[in-house]
């Protein structure tokens, strides 16, 4: 069974569009993470939800919007798609939360995303 | 959370030894150490976390001085399937923000 898994792994779409990605763990990790990753291969994170809250939002347009219907979803909805949404976006998830342990973070495989 | 530097790209050769070191001159005191690898096309995947001296599993080594401001991941004998990205990262576990730096870039050749 796939740890944290994503959906789709490609997506091509128009500017001005509207769309979603979703990822899904099955590790009962509290916390969940959402990364850009750019052509320049630099992988920044979005957001951490954790418990279903919000926790980190890293200065991410208003047209990005996480939902965290549960602990073991966070999906990206991405509005009016641009240009340099271009990218590849991660999903990842961890214990979280427990200062001083080994709080390793697992990776999706990665949604293309390519807006023309 | 402190920054890191990473030398940008490491060539070897298959069964060398590899060792990357990375400089976190700002590290705090509740900061671990913890190194990434990422291949094309997947996402990072851990390898190894530690918060001073000397820590090894089955795929690498981390070696932490007491100052703790570099550490050196080291990979036993390399072979093709170890290119990737490697990433250092510095922070504290539970914490909820994970920077990663431009990591680094090693090609294993035959």
């Known amino acids: 069974d796939t740890a944290v898994s994503q959906t789709p792994k490609y997506l091509v779409t128009q500017m001005g569009n509207d769309k979603s990605i979703k990822c899904e763990q099955n590790l009962g990790h509290d916390t969940m993470y959402w990364y850009k990753q750019d052509s320049k291969k630099f992988l920044k994170i979005m957001f951490s939800?954790?418990?279903?809250?919000?926790?980190i939002n890293e200065t991410v347009p208003n047209r990005f919007s996480p939902k965290s219907p549960d602990k073991a979803h966070l999906n990206l909805h991405i509005n009016s798609l641009e240009l340099g949404d271009s990218a590849v976006y991660f999903c990842a998830s961890s214990q979280g939360g427990l200062a001083g342990s080994t709080d390793t973070q697992y990776f999706g495989p990665g949604t293309r995303l390519t807006v023309l | 959370l402190a920054k890191t530097t990473q030398p940008i790209s490491m060539d070897s050769y298959e069964g060398q030894e590899v060792n990357i070191t990375c400089s976190h001159n700002n590290i705090a005191t509740n900061d671990y150490i913890t190194w990434y690898q990422q291949f094309p096309s997947q996402g990072p995947r851990f390898i190894i976390q530690?918060?001073?001296t000397k820590v090894t599993n089955e795929v690498a080594s981390l070696f932490i001085p007491a100052d703790r401001k570099s550490s050196t991941l080291s990979l036993p004998r390399v072979s093709l399937s170890d290119t990737a990205v490697y990433y250092c990262l510095v922070g504290e576990t539970g914490g909820f923000k994970t920077i990663f730096g431009a990591g680094t870039r090693l090609f294993v050749k035959a």
């Open positions: 939800y954790n418990n279903k809250e919000l926790i």
């Open positions: 530690g918060y001073k």
